[in-house]
């Protein structure tokens, strides 16, 4: 939720390390520091915050709240926009979140006739590699897939869809074998960034290598380390980079 409290100008004391190396942020966390990606109540304690936003589940958030009021955020179940309007509730920027939120909507406005017209009735999928397989993914939980379905209106193969938009779940997993099943006319994919896996496994495969969009090189290389968060920040870069790739198909 870095991004939020960036867009809103509220910087915070201290961000998970995830954050830090977030390329999006460069220059915004300036004398912010690091509370890794376990952080300690200790390291907490000692920024001495005001307020801790954390995620519902986290271990230890009887402990968060003997250092400071804690917000305990369930993921997905507002979007972004929403979201971004109840962060501006709770610092006291109102203002600032129902502007960005007008801003951000004037943007896709302008963009979607452009977009809808260069896609046409291609399918997208966004797809991560990973140890096991792919993670396929939908329409609420990073990677671009908010803009790519909600706000461009964009479609998923049927079986993608299925699995990761109609479900509620926002992804699902799939064997290589699955692969031609979810793969769209126009692929956004990244390394899974919860692993160490090597992508090549995937990306070097006669499988992939054979899908439609692979061979119409229509396959867009996503951030692994910016482009798995939805905050205001990330989605302001997103956009730029998913209309331009989805302008550039012919």
């Given at each position: 939720?870095?991004?939020?409290?960036?867009?809103?100008?509220?910087?915070?004391?201290?961000?998970?390390?995830?954050?830090?190396?977030?390329?999006?942020?460069?220059?915004?966390?300036?004398?912010?520091?690091?509370?890794?990606?376990?952080?300690?109540?200790?390291?907490?304690?000692?920024?001495?915050?005001?307020?801790?936003?954390?995620?519902?589940?986290?271990?230890?958030?009887?402990?968060?709240?003997?250092?400071?009021p804690v917000v305990a955020i369930e993921y997905g179940k507002k979007n972004y926009k929403d979201q971004m309007l109840d962060f501006g509730k709770l610092t006291g920027k109102e203002t600032e979140a129902k502007a960005w939120?007008?801003?951000?909507?004037?943007?896709?406005?302008?963009?979607?006739?452009?977009?809808?017209?260069?896609?046409?009735?291609?399918?997208?999928?966004?797809?991560?590699?990973y140890a096991k397989g792919l993670y396929v993914f939908g329409h609420n939980f990073g990677r671009g897939g908010e803009i790519i379905y909600d706000e461009f209106g964009l479609k998923a193969p049927p079986e993608a869809q299925?699995?990761?938009?109609?479900?509620?779940?926002?992804?699902?997993?799939?064997?290589?074998?699955?692969?031609?099943?979810?793969?769209?006319?126009?692929?956004?994919?990244?390394?899974?960034?919860?692993?160490?896996?090597?992508?090549?496994?995937?990306?070097?495969?006669?499988?992939?290598?054979?899908?439609?969009?692979?061979?119409?090189?229509?396959?867009?290389?996503?951030?692994?380390?910016?482009?798995?968060?939805?905050?205001?920040?990330?989605?302001?870069?997103?956009?730029?980079?998913?209309?331009?790739?989805?302008?550039?198909?012919?």
């Open positions: 939720y870095t991004g939020y409290f960036l867009a809103l100008g509220v910087k915070p004391v201290g961000v998970l390390e995830g954050a830090m190396e977030n390329p999006y942020f460069e220059g915004m966390l300036n004398g912010v520091e690091s509370v890794g990606s376990e952080p300690s109540p200790e390291k907490i304690l000692s920024l001495k915050p005001d307020l801790i936003i954390t995620y519902t589940g986290t271990d230890g958030i009887d402990q968060l709240e003997q250092i400071a939120v007008e801003q951000w909507e004037n943007k896709i406005n302008e963009l979607k006739p452009k977009i809808q017209e260069a896609v046409g009735s291609k399918t997208v999928s966004i797809l991560n590699p299925k699995e990761a938009i109609d479900s509620g779940t926002g992804w699902a997993t799939i064997s290589m074998e699955k692969l031609p099943e979810f793969a769209g006319d126009i692929i956004f994919t990244c390394p899974w960034s919860g692993d160490t896996s090597d992508p090549n496994i995937v990306y070097d495969n006669p499988v992939w290598k054979s899908l439609p969009a692979v061979k119409a090189g229509h396959v867009f290389q996503l951030n692994p380390k910016a482009d798995t968060y939805n905050d205001p920040v990330s989605l302001e870069a997103q956009l730029k980079f998913i209309s331009d790739s989805l302008l550039s198909v012919k």
